[in-house]
């Protein structure tokens, strides 16, 4: 059975910084992108960033410059380091861990979510 288990978050003030780890177990056949998104309250949830299994990222573009996402594949692993934290980037933070399936497939995993919360 596949498992997504995130940590860290917290509370910071602005300026401050964070890090999120986002670990996957129970995989079978790998995982192809893993990504960590975020929703606020009355908001839709939305792509932070995310990366490849060879290591190509995608930000978007409220974070660009200050969030950094790597991947430890051995270990199914993907981080985030967030800098110059923002009050709008108070959230919850999923990770998503698109896995490999039989023939091809993708099948999406979520975490259950770590709150992240920045004061002015």
């Known amino acids: 059975q596949v498992q997504v288990v995130e940590s860290g978050g917290g509370l910071v003030q602005a300026g401050g910084s964070l890090s999120l780890s986002c670990a996957a177990s129970g995989i079978t056949f790998g995982i192809n992108t893993m990504g960590w998104y975020r929703q606020a309250p009355g908001k839709q949830r939305e792509l932070v960033a995310d990366?490849?299994?060879?290591?190509?990222?995608n930000y978007a573009d409220s974070v660009k410059g200050r969030f950094t996402i790597s991947r430890d594949n051995a270990k199914n692993t993907v981080y985030l380091q967030m800098n110059s934290l923002k009050p709008e980037d108070t959230a919850v933070y999923y990770c998503n861990a698109k896995t490999r399936g039989i023939g091809g497939s993708e099948i999406p995993y979520w975490g259950q979510g770590t709150q992240v919360t920045v004061s002015s």
């Open positions: 990366i490849g299994r060879f290591g190509n990222t």
